[in-house]
């Protein structure tokens, strides 16, 4: 059966930390959960967020997401404003780590987002085709993962700072190449900075917590006002008759009465 949808959607493919985007608890929820909000009765975000994938799972689920043919997209996530791609927090983790086996070497996965980015776009035809906007992989605060690892499931699943921003270079290079927009979730959340600093925004040294959640919604909203003023929620005109921007669907009720 066709998947109809009248109003537009935003599509949020990703790895756990998109897939915690709808996380409730805390002084924030989720980023997901937050970027919905602002989108209420303007366009349904779909979280596509699978727990533990690099990009290696990431090419093989594709086509269940966005279809697996060209044009074939609409009937599996609507017709999408933008895409966000956020993958490497897994990719990223130290080849040692065999147990878990989710390393991807920095050069595959390089090539990796960049078939990725190319294969989302393929799956849009003309004016339906959605902006691509990739994320870095966020942080890592080494003692607090290492801690969580061994008090979770009494071994390690090793990852470093370093390495997460070597990623994230990567991530700003296909971004370059490939006509994206970024948001940079390393710097944003202070990853250049003290591991005090970073550390007050990941719940367990990789994931995010409440106010790390927060940043990243600040970061993507200020890409999008910047870059695609007129894919972000509508403010004026009672958030319907504005000059720019995704409007509220429908009448406003003081236009039925």
Same mark, same amino acid.
């Given at each position: 059966m066709?998947?109809?949808?009248?109003r537009?959607?935003?599509?949020?493919f990703?790895?756990?930390?998109?897939?915690m985007?709808?996380a409730v608890?805390?002084?924030?929820?989720?980023?997901?959960?937050?970027?919905?909000?602002?989108?209420?009765?303007?366009?349904?975000v779909?979280?596509r967020?699978?727990?533990?994938?690099?990009?290696?799972?990431?090419?093989?689920i594709?086509?269940?997401?966005?279809g697996s043919?060209?044009?074939?997209?609409s009937?599996?996530?609507?017709?999408?404003?933008?895409?966000?791609?956020?993958?490497?927090?897994?990719d990223?983790?130290?080849?040692?780590?065999?147990?878990?086996?989710?390393h991807?070497?920095?050069?595959e996965?390089?090539d990796?987002?960049r078939k990725?980015?190319?294969?989302?776009?393929?799956?849009?035809?003309?004016?339906?085709?959605?902006?691509?906007?990739l994320?870095?992989?966020s942080?890592v605060?080494?003692?607090h993962?290492d801690?969580y690892?061994?008090e979770?499931?009494?071994?390690?699943s090793p990852?470093?700072?370093?390495?997460a921003? =070597?990623? /994230?270079?990567?991530? $700003?290079?296909?971004?370059r190449? %490939?006509?994206?927009?970024?948001?940079?979730?390393f710097?944003? !959340?202070?990853?250049?900075?003290?591991?005090?600093?970073?550390?007050?925004?990941?719940e367990?040294?990789?994931? =995010?917590? /409440?106010?790390?959640? $927060?940043?990243?919604?600040?970061? %993507?909203m200020?890409?999008?006002t910047?870059?695609?003023?007129? !894919?972000?929620?509508?403010?004026d005109?009672d958030?319907?008759n504005?000059?720019?921007?995704?409007?509220?669907e429908?009448a406003?009720w003081?236009?039925?009465?």
């Amino acid at each position: 059966m066709m998947l109809r949808m009248s109003r537009p959607t935003v599509v949020l493919f990703g790895d756990s930390i998109t897939q915690m985007g709808f996380a409730v608890g805390g002084e924030y929820p989720g980023w997901a959960g937050l970027l919905a909000n602002v989108y209420t009765r303007r366009a349904d975000v779909l979280n596509r967020g699978f727990s533990g994938y690099n990009t290696r799972h990431a090419m093989d689920i594709l086509p269940s997401v966005f279809g697996s043919s060209e044009g074939d997209s609409s009937s599996y996530v609507g017709r999408p404003l933008f895409v966000t791609v956020f993958f490497g927090a897994n990719d990223a983790s130290l080849p040692g780590d065999r147990e878990h086996c989710q390393h991807v070497p920095i050069d595959e996965y390089e090539d990796n987002l960049r078939k990725i980015v190319q294969a989302i776009g393929g799956k849009f035809q003309g004016s339906i085709k959605p902006q691509i906007i990739l994320i870095t992989p966020s942080p890592v605060h080494k003692p607090h993962w290492d801690k969580y690892c061994m008090e979770n499931f009494d071994d390690v699943s090793p990852r470093t700072n370093e390495v997460a921003k =070597l990623y /994230g270079d990567r991530v $700003k290079s296909v971004a370059r190449e %490939l006509g994206c927009s970024v948001v940079d979730s390393f710097s944003l !959340l202070g990853g250049n900075d003290t591991e005090e600093t970073y550390g007050k925004h990941l719940e367990d040294g990789l994931h =995010l917590n /409440g106010s790390g959640n $927060k940043v990243l919604f600040e970061g %993507l909203m200020n890409v999008l006002t910047s870059d695609f003023p007129q !894919l972000a929620p509508m403010e004026d005109g009672d958030g319907k008759n504005g000059a720019k921007g995704i409007p509220l669907e429908g009448a406003l009720w003081k236009e039925l009465c």
